[in-house]
């Protein structure tokens, strides 16, 4: 079963750090862009950051300069490396990507991870 398994959320004061990981598991043959998403209460889900498989990346303009993006394509493996955390990026992070599974029919399919909650206090 393919999947994605997402860690390394917490509650951090403004100002702080921190880094989430994203990893792929489970038999698959590709993975495409891999990207963050993230959804407070009362707001839209916001796209955060992409990353492609050649590796350029593109992010919100709300955490440009403070978030960068970075995968390890041999563990299939996205990271989000989030600096100067302000309250305002506290919100459910999730990861997403299209990945094609190794199994027939060789299926391209979305996946997203549960979840990792990011709390940011003033």
């Known amino acids: 079963q393919v999947q994605l398994v997402e860690s390394g959320g917490g509650l951090v004061q403004a100002g702080g750090s921190l880094r989430l990981s994203c990893a792929a598991r489970?038999?698959?043959?590709?993975?495409?862009?891999m990207n963050w998403y993230r959804h407070a209460p009362g707001r839209e889900r916001e796209l955060v950051a992409t990353?492609?498989?050649?590796?350029?990346?593109t992010y919100a303009d709300s955490v440009k300069g403070r978030f960068t993006i970075s995968r390890d394509n041999a563990k299939n493996t996205v990271f989000l490396q989030m600096n100067s955390l302000k309250p305002e990026d506290t919100a459910l992070y999730y990861c997403?990507?299209?990945?094609?599974?190794?199994?027939?029919?060789?299926?391209?399919?979305?996946?997203w991870g549960q979840g990792t909650q990011v709390t940011v206090s003033s």
């Open positions: 997403n990507a299209a990945m094609r599974i190794a199994t027939p029919p060789y299926k391209l399919n979305t996946y």
């Open positions: 489970g038999s698959t043959l590709s993975i495409t862009a």
């Open positions: 990353i492609t498989n050649g590796g350029s990346t």
